[in-house]
């Protein structure tokens, strides 16, 4: 699996949003240390892929109830062999959400990341703990799109921005949020 694009990726993403040059090197280091980093048999960790998904008027956010996490997130997950990261989030956010047309943004060709985070997975069944190595994009959602659960998820809703605190306590969405208002002011 070629793991140059994702290489460069988080170079520019380190370049673009300094606050997380660590977190770029820490993946970095990982990539380069693991070839099969974008498989879920990479048992110290693996590529993910998530999409903070706003709605057309840019007014909410549309979070899923984990089913088995039992926490409002961003859809996202693995990227079960796809080095295409961006790929991973788009694909993730409509299993996730049914939902099927995205612009993204800031755009770019790759498209390029809002957020980067690294986050441990508690043990699950006969699964060990292990990192997720996670690449989050912004999403604009269609106009006239109606979202639905998945069988992930217990629920899926639009959350007003301002109200996000009130679903979650997560530093890391409430960093997307912040980022999701510096990108929305520049444009």
Same mark, same amino acid.
């Given at each position: 699996m070629d793991r140059g694009g994702l290489v460069a990726l988080l170079e520019d993403h380190a370049r673009r949003w300094p606050d997380d040059a660590v977190r770029a090197a820490r993946i970095r280091a990982f990539?380069?240390?693991?070839?099969?980093?974008?498989?879920?048999?990479?048992?110290?960790?693996?590529?993910?892929?998530?999409?903070?998904?706003?709605s057309p008027d840019h007014a909410s956010v549309l979070l899923v109830h984990h089913r088995k996490l039992g926490r409002w997130l961003q859809p996202g997950g693995h990227a079960d062999g796809e080095a295409d990261v961006f790929q991973v989030a788009v694909r993730e956010a409509?299993?996730?959400?049914?939902?099927?047309?995205?612009?993204?943004?800031?755009?770019?060709?790759?498209?390029?990341?809002?957020d980067l985070d690294i986050h441990e997975i508690p043990p699950h069944g006969g699964e060990p703990a292990h990192l997720h190595l996670d690449v989050r994009f912004l999403l604009v959602?269609?106009?006239?799109?109606?979202?639905?659960? *998945?069988? +992930?998820?217990?629920?899926? #809703?639009?959350?007003? !921005?301002? /109200?996000?605190?009130?679903? *979650?306590? +997560?530093e890391?969405?409430? #960093?997307?949020?912040? !980022?999701? /208002?510096?990108?929305?002011?520049?444009?």
């Amino acid at each position: 699996m070629d793991r140059g694009g994702l290489v460069a990726l988080l170079e520019d993403h380190a370049r673009r949003w300094p606050d997380d040059a660590v977190r770029a090197a820490r993946i970095r280091a990982f990539v380069a240390a693991h070839e099969d980093c974008f498989l879920r048999t990479c048992r110290p960790g693996h590529l993910t892929g998530s999409a903070w998904i706003v709605s057309p008027d840019h007014a909410s956010v549309l979070l899923v109830h984990h089913r088995k996490l039992g926490r409002w997130l961003q859809p996202g997950g693995h990227a079960d062999g796809e080095a295409d990261v961006f790929q991973v989030a788009v694909r993730e956010a409509r299993e996730e959400t049914g939902l099927e047309t995205f612009t993204t943004l800031p755009g770019g060709d790759p498209p390029a990341p809002l957020d980067l985070d690294i986050h441990e997975i508690p043990p699950h069944g006969g699964e060990p703990a292990h990192l997720h190595l996670d690449v989050r994009f912004l999403l604009v959602a269609a106009p006239g799109e109606e979202p639905r659960a *998945s069988e +992930e998820s217990a629920a899926v #809703r639009w959350v007003a !921005r301002e /109200r996000l605190g009130e679903f *979650s306590d +997560e530093e890391s969405l409430h #960093r997307m949020e912040r !980022r999701t /208002r510096t990108v929305l002011s520049a444009r």
